[in-house]
């Protein structure tokens, strides 16, 4: 029979032939295998393990969180960890002293004596599949227990090690409003059994767009034993499809404002041609052609106001969006506050648009120093400035195409914001925020299931 398997965390080899030589003298018969702290959940996938041996401190890290981590991954995995004496439950637990004490090695072999877990099992393909998958991939691969602790993750930009054991908003830098998104999302998946496929996330304490995806975890019974995911880095893909966006809305108002001056020249010229008192095939045709030409410029508008042919309702967060929307934006004297969090079905690139649209006509009237909020509402959400406000009557009026209340505006902003909210079945209204600005409101807006 082959020797029992003591998994030790450490820094360097040199631990384990201590602890080694202690089992040795103590006359426990067991091969003493070592790890560092950022690899113990790829290396129980890969080694047979009888018992797991922690440090209270891993250097930067919490020896419990690992062992927490190891038993989410294998629920009767013996751990024992050494450097004070506390009880962690039934198969985590401590003892003082070093790893040549009495007590340590004492510990190691009443575990072992009693040892019946599934870590120390052959090393089958897949889980050397799984591991290889962990260890090579460059994207946030990831699985948590249904207490929403990581008991598998690999390394990454913007998930670190230290999260082995612990939940994201015990370790992740990310702003509240991405951690409270991503709670829900995982609890969402935990609770239902539900797939979440391909959501969009910002973070803006990390400064990153990123897709994740989120399935159930159900273990040998077949019982759900937490969550699988994965997170991708769409950042650069977010500034491409901005610039995109951006040139596109560039050529929308250029048409739509070409459109608005060739409609007021024609109804000019038609004026005129009215008063001409004559009987004549020249007449004749001047009026059709100008008929023509009216076609042709109701057909532009029509064109330009449109949104996007592939109109895909999707779920999306709405702080999310916001976030990305803003980042883009570059508005660095401006400033921005998520107040409430909320989830809609919504076109992801025409929701986009309209939160661009809102977003510029706030610091086009409140100046480059305005302060925006945005937030949920029982029906909807809200976006206010601290700005001037709106000074018309009745202040429907800025929907308008072609209204404008400075010279430089082209006056179809707002208007095809208003346009992309009838497309979503929304009702957009506009008034006076708290703080004396503007605040559009919008309402009706469908929650996912």
């Not at 024609?266 to 001047?286: F, K, N, P, W, Y």
């Amino acid at each position: 029979m082959a020797p029992l398997t003591v998994l030790l965390v450490a820094a360097d080899s040199a631990a384990g032939d201590q602890l080694e030589a202690a089992l040795e003298e103590a006359a426990i018969d067991a091969t003493v295998r070592t790890t560092e702290p950022e690899c113990v959940d790829t290396t129980l996938l890969r080694m047979a393990t009888d018992c797991l041996v922690v440090p209270v401190t891993c250097g930067a890290m919490a020896g419990g969180h690992l062992a927490e981590a190891a038993t989410g991954l294998y629920p009767d995995l013996p751990v024992i960890m050494y450097g004070t004496e506390a009880d962690r439950g039934d198969h985590i637990r401590t003892v003082a002293g070093d790893l040549g004490s009495p007590a340590l090695t004492a510990a190691v072999g009443e575990a072992l004596d009693s040892s019946e877990t599934m870590a120390a099992r052959p090393v089958s393909r897949p889980e050397t599949i799984l591991a290889t998958m962990f260890e090579r991939n460059s994207e946030h691969l990831y699985v948590k227990d249904t207490d929403r602790h990581y008991v598998l993750l690999n390394d990454s930009s913007y998930a670190p090690p230290e999260l082995l054991g612990r939940r994201d908003e015990d370790g992740l830098p990310a702003g509240a409003t991405y951690l409270d998104a991503a709670r829900g999302d995982d609890l969402q998946v935990i609770n239902d059994g539900s797939d979440i496929l391909d959501i969009h996330e910002f973070s803006p304490s990390m400064g990153k767009h990123l897709r994740t995806s989120k399935v159930p975890w159900y273990d040998e019974a077949d019982e759900l034993a937490g969550l699988i995911g994965i997170t991708q880095d769409i950042t650069d893909q977010r500034e491409r499809e901005r610039l995109l966006r951006q040139q596109n809305e560039r050529l929308r108002k250029v048409a739509l404002l070409a459109a608005h001056e060739l409609r007021n020249e024609l109804q000019v010229s038609t004026g005129h041609l009215s008063q001409v008192e004559a009987d004549d095939e020249h007449i004749d045709a001047v009026e059709d052609s100008i008929d023509q030409l009216s076609g042709i410029v109701d057909k532009v508008v029509s064109l330009a106001s449109s949104d996007s042919l592939e109109f895909e309702l999707e779920q999306l967060w709405l702080s999310t969006v916001v976030w990305d929307v803003w980042s883009s934006l570059s508005l660095e004297s401006a400033s921005l506050e998520v107040t409430s969090e909320r989830q809609l079905l919504a076109d992801a690139e025409s929701l986009r648009l309209f939160l661009e649209i809102l977003f510029s006509n706030a610091v086009e009237h409140g100046g480059p120093d305005v302060t925006i909020r945005v937030g949920a509402t029982s029906s909807g959400f809200f976006v206010a400035d601290d700005g001037p406000g709106v000074d018309v009557s009745p202040p429907e009026r800025v929907f308008e195409a072609g209204y404008a209340s400075e010279k430089q505006n082209s006056g179809f902003g707002l208007y095809i914001a208003k346009r992309i909210a009838k497309e979503h079945g929304w009702s957009l209204s506009v008034g006076e925020s708290e703080d004396g600005g503007a605040r559009f409101t919008i309402t009706d807006v469908e929650r996912p299931d």
